[in-house]
């Protein structure tokens, strides 16, 4: 039978190095202190059993209970007394289990091959290296995969930094290539300007219109310019004004501003007066 290294251990160097006689002779000594402590001497040569004066202690106590002990006092201690005691009773439950593993392995050594038993330490030291060498190599594992993960969590900040600057930087290149278009509207509108008081000019203005038109088609905008009659939308008209008109009651009866739209969206909305119907 092979006990729990937690049993063997105690006794592990005792019992390596040892040959029969050492081991006969350990036991024979042994067995003569167990015999001792159970009988205890008197000065007249006469032995007597150990813990007999017990009895000389428990004859001046009537039932365990002192006369100055109260009733309140007495039923508290029949109750179960305090945590303290509590706390007392598991330790001496504790000491006997450990006593009942020790007497088990006495048992053991002593009734097993010295040669079975240093098999048994042999083996037992075998595994335990080897559980020591598994555990290593797990907490080396360990190490590694937190490595990899500061790591992979490191290259992840870095990325998204990348990103935002990147994001970033497309914004100012958008940004600047619409401004740099909107200049040559710009420079048309001055010189359109500069020409003289009686020149036409209206021709130019057109022209730089229609050049500031294809600008805003360039960046997905659209005019929102709702036609006489049309119904009313709360998400792309804006309502200032009601008004008498030989449009239908609640219909658009003329647009003050139009409005625009970027990718489907509505950037500004259209500023239109609704008819009230007929006068």
């Given at each position: 039978m092979l006990l729990p290294p937690y049993r063997l251990c105690p006794y592990m160097t005792d019992q390596e190095g040892m040959s029969d006689g050492d081991v006969a002779e350990r036991d024979d000594e042994r067995s003569e202190g167990d015999d001792s402590v159970a009988t205890e001497s008197d000065p007249?040569?006469?032995?007597?059993?150990?813990?007999?004066?017990?009895?000389?202690?428990?004859?001046?106590?009537?039932?365990?209970?002192?006369?100055?002990?109260?009733?309140?006092?007495?039923?508290?201690?029949?109750?179960?007394?305090?945590?303290?005691?509590?706390?007392?009773?598991?330790?001496?439950?504790?000491?006997?289990?450990?006593?009942?593993?020790?007497?088990?392995?006495?048992?053991?050594?002593?009734?097993?091959?010295?040669?079975?038993?240093?098999?048994?330490?042999?083996?037992?030291?075998?595994?335990?290296?080897?559980?020591?060498?598994?555990?290593?190599?797990?907490e080396?594992?360990?190490?590694?995969?937190?490595?990899?993960?500061?790591?992979?969590q490191?290259?992840?900040?870095?990325?998204?930094?990348?990103?935002?600057?990147?994001?970033?930087?497309?914004?100012?290149?958008?940004?600047?290539?619409l401004v740099t278009r909107l200049l040559d509207v710009r420079d048309n509108l001055k010189r359109a300007l500069e020409q003289d008081e009686d020149a036409d000019i209206r021709d130019g203005i057109e022209t730089t219109l229609k050049q500031f038109d294809r600008v805003l088609e360039d960046e997905n905008v659209e005019s929102i310019e709702p036609e006489r009659g049309d119904e009313v939308d709360p998400e792309r008209h804006e309502v200032l004004v009601r008004m008498d008109s030989d449009q239908p009651e609640g219909t658009i009866a003329d647009v003050h501003r139009p409005g625009y739209e970027m990718g489907g969206k509505v950037i500004r909305t259209a500023q239109v007066a609704v008819s009230d119907g007929d006068e």
């Open positions: 007249n040569g006469e032995t007597a059993p150990a813990g007999d004066g017990s009895e000389a202690a428990d004859s001046g106590a009537d039932d365990g209970v002192s006369d100055d002990e109260t009733p309140e006092e007495i039923d508290d201690s029949e109750d179960g007394g305090s945590d303290d005691d509590v706390g007392l009773e598991g330790t001496e439950s504790e000491v006997e289990d450990d006593l009942d593993v020790a007497e088990e392995l006495v048992e053991h050594v002593e009734s097993s091959d010295p040669e079975a038993i240093a098999d048994e330490i042999a083996s037992l030291r075998f595994e335990v290296e080897a559980l020591e060498a598994e555990r290593d190599d797990y080396e594992e360990v190490e590694s995969l937190r490595s990899r993960l500061k790591r992979k490191a290259d992840f900040e870095n990325y998204k930094k990348r990103m935002q600057k990147r994001r970033e930087e497309e914004k100012a290149r958008a940004t600047e290539d």
